[in-house]
């Protein structure tokens, strides 16, 4: 409105300026008088115009302060029935897991799970039965506090350590202290750090399965453990870890007083000779100590498949005084450049002991037997995609893949992944202790497997992978009556972790 009432008074003033000079061009003063009298009359009435809309705008001020300090009233009864908070902003936020994080640093949640959902056909089918299964389905979190300490919990929905379905076990739960980079410390249950492909996450395996060399087994017992270990990075190109556990596996106490004893140290010389995306990794380890037979782990050593078919493998009645000795060390290596990766391990494993039976032909009923397994495998992978292997390594692992560009995304198709690996098992030193074969039963003590597979990650959090294996055996076993020297398995899993 002002500025129309500043165009108006101008208009007007433009007019009593030109007028007169007109007026005297026609000689009518009197005219002109009456027209100066008419403009000025405009003029009278637009400033009461503008005083009345002066009045209107204050009054709309006045009604606006109104409402405001009305909203400020109804914000502090709001305050005061809830309770006035004084603490720090909480930060939420979605990277590879969902995290809430105090503004100051003091503390942070993060929150992860996992499922891997399988189907898994076999042959022979008498030997294992074609299934959908939940191979892992996990959910926990790791509570970070006071800048040096960090608890994580997670539990293991799937299944428990001893197989039984629809129940929950414990996989990690331990407490970090973290202020020493060279040197954290993590006491609890976790898992002893021991060779390449049994320290990487099972969320980034190469493989469905790790290989008959390093998967749970006659050479591990159990992934989890319970005692203490001190880790770290004491320069950028050098991991190590070293162990005192129990023994006897996940979610079990020890069952006498000796301990498991080990550690690992890897270094990366691509990192050391500054080589860009490449990895050079040369580690070993070593533990000693006993399998101190629990209740639920019985006293025996047995294998399976890769694919988690076939028990080939098995001997019982170890342990003379609750306990067999073992003392494993191992070899291992990784080479990649670019989106190529050649990896590889060796380990031997000895056992010392006692086996106990009635059908032993020894003046006290005992079989004294030292005895190793040795076990290899190697692989080669290859992300057809162009990601580069380098790109995942850290601390002496391989972790996390992240596509170029992520399936959904513009123009993206996620990343492909093409491997095959070649695994060898090695117990002839217990083929006279196997059981003696009967008409459905038969063990052998060596096998080999050949895995080719397939994976496709939509994005760093999914992945479908598809793997064939191909076990032989040295001789043939039976199981069920079904008599085979061979055993063909595939493994179709969906996966999404964060």
């Given at each position: 409105?002002?500025?129309?009432?500043?165009?108006?008074?101008?208009f007007?003033?433009?007019?009593?300026?030109?007028?007169?000079?007109?007026?005297?061009?026609?000689?009518?003063?009197?005219?002109?008088?009456?027209?100066?009298?008419?403009?000025?009359k405009?003029?009278?009435?637009?400033?009461?115009?503008?005083?009345?809309?002066?009045?209107?705008?204050?009054?709309?001020?006045?009604?606006?302060?109104?409402?405001?300090?009305?909203?400020?009233?109804?914000?502090?009864?709001k305050?005061?029935?809830?309770?006035?908070?004084t603490?720090?902003?909480?930060?939420?936020?979605?990277?590879?897991?969902?995290?809430?994080?105090?503004?100051?640093?003091?503390?942070?949640?993060?929150?992860?799970?996992?499922?891997?959902?399988?189907?898994?056909?076999?042959?022979?089918?008498?030997?294992k039965?074609?299934?959908?299964?939940?191979?892992?389905?996990?959910?926990?979190?790791?509570?970070?506090?006071?800048?040096?300490?960090?608890?994580?919990?997670?539990?293991?929905?799937?299944?428990?350590?001893?197989g039984?379905?629809?129940?929950?076990a414990?996989?990690?739960?331990?407490?970090?202290?973290?202020?020493?980079?060279?040197?954290?410390?993590?006491?609890?249950?976790?898992?002893?750090?021991?060779?390449?492909?049994?320290?990487?996450?099972t969320?980034?395996?190469?493989?469905t399965?790790?290989?008959?060399a390093?998967?749970?087994?006659?050479?591990?017992?159990?992934t989890?453990?319970?005692?203490?270990?001190?880790?770290?990075?004491?320069?950028?190109?050098?991991?190590?870890?070293?162990?005192?556990?129990?023994?006897?596996?996940?979610?079990?106490?020890?069952?006498?007083?000796?301990?498991?004893i080990?550690?690992?140290?890897?270094?990366?010389?691509?990192?050391?000779?500054?080589?860009?995306?490449?990895?050079?990794?040369?580690?070993?380890?070593?533990?000693?100590?006993?399998?101190?037979?629990?209740?639920?782990a019985?006293?025996?050593?047995?294998?399976?498949?890769?694919?988690?078919?076939?028990?080939?493998?098995?001997?019982?009645?170890?342990?003379?005084?609750?306990?067999?000795?073992?003392?494993?060390?191992?070899?291992?290596?990784?080479?990649?450049?670019?989106?190529?990766?050649?990896?590889?391990?060796?380990?031997?494993?000895?056992?010392?002991?006692?086996?106990?039976?009635?059908?032993l032909?020894?003046?006290?009923?005992?079989?004294?037997?030292?005895n190793?397994?040795?076990?290899?495998?190697?692989?080669?992978?290859?992300?057809?995609?162009?990601e580069?292997?380098?790109?995942?390594?850290?601390?002496?692992?391989?972790?996390?893949?992240?596509?170029?560009?992520?399936?959904?995304?513009?123009?993206?198709?996620?990343?492909?992944?093409?491997?095959?690996?070649?695994?060898?098992?090695d117990?002839?030193d217990?083929?006279a202790?196997?059981?003696?074969?009967?008409?459905?039963?038969?063990?052998?003590?060596?096998?080999?497997?050949?895995?080719?597979?397939?994976?496709?990650?939509?994005?760093?959090?999914?992945?479908?992978?598809?793997?064939?294996?191909?076990?032989?055996?040295?001789?043939?076993?039976?199981?069920n009556?079904?008599?085979?020297?061979?055993?063909?398995?595939?493994?179709?899993?969906a996966?999404?972790?964060?």
């Open positions: 409105m002002i500025p129309l009432i500043k165009k108006q008074l101008l007007a003033v433009a007019a009593a300026l030109v007028l007169p000079t007109l007026s005297l061009a026609d000689d009518s003063v009197t005219d002109a008088n009456a027209r100066m009298q008419q403009l000025e405009m003029m009278q009435q637009m400033q009461q115009q503008r005083a009345e809309q002066d009045q209107q705008l204050q009054a709309l001020s006045k009604e606006l302060m109104a409402v405001q300090d009305q909203l400020a009233q109804a914000r502090e009864g305050m005061a029935e809830k309770g006035k908070s603490g720090n902003p909480v930060f939420a936020a979605f990277k590879d897991g969902l995290a809430f994080e105090d503004s100051t640093g003091n503390w942070k949640l993060q929150i992860n799970g996992r499922i891997q959902a399988d189907y898994r056909t076999y042959d022979p089918t008498e030997w039965n074609d299934t959908f299964s939940i191979r892992r389905g996990r959910f926990g979190g790791t509570f970070s506090f006071l800048k040096d300490f960090a608890v994580r919990v997670e539990g293991e929905y799937a299944n428990d350590n001893t039984a379905k629809g129940t929950t414990l996989t990690y739960g331990y407490l970090d202290y973290t202020h020493w980079s060279g040197a954290k410390i993590r006491a609890g249950q976790f898992k002893p750090f021991f060779g390449l492909e049994r320290t990487t996450s969320n980034f395996t190469d493989f399965e790790l290989s008959i390093t998967n749970n087994g006659s050479i591990f017992t159990s989890y453990d319970r005692g203490i270990m001190v880790y770290g990075d004491p320069a950028p190109w050098l991991n190590y870890n070293a162990y005192v556990v129990n023994g006897t596996g996940q979610n079990n106490d020890d069952v006498n007083d000796s301990k498991d080990g550690g690992r140290i890897n270094a990366n010389f691509a990192n050391l000779a500054d080589i860009k995306n490449a990895v050079i990794h040369v580690g070993a380890s070593a533990s000693t100590g006993n399998i101190g037979f629990s209740t639920s019985g006293n025996s050593i047995s294998q399976v498949t890769e694919a988690n078919g076939a028990t080939f493998f098995s001997v019982t009645a170890l342990g003379g005084h609750n306990r067999a000795d073992r003392t494993r060390w191992g070899l291992e290596t990784a080479l990649a450049y670019g989106p190529v990766k050649f990896q590889t391990e060796y380990i031997d494993a000895n056992f010392e002991g006692k086996r106990v039976g009635t059908a032909l020894t003046p006290n009923n005992t079989t004294i037997f030292d190793d397994i040795k076990v290899w495998y190697a692989d080669l992978n290859w992300l057809v995609s162009g580069s292997w380098s790109d995942s390594y850290k601390s002496g692992v391989f972790g996390r893949i992240r596509p170029k560009h992520n399936f959904g995304d513009k123009d993206g198709w996620g990343a492909v992944e093409l491997g095959i690996r070649y695994s060898k098992f117990a002839s217990f083929k202790l196997l059981p003696v074969a009967t008409a459905s039963t038969a063990l052998t003590s060596e096998a080999d497997a050949w895995t080719a597979g397939a994976k496709w990650i939509l994005n760093p959090n999914a992945r479908i992978v598809l793997n064939y294996t191909h076990t032989r055996f040295d001789t043939p076993i039976t199981i009556g079904k008599v085979d020297d061979n055993e063909d398995a595939l493994v179709l899993r996966q999404y972790d964060f």
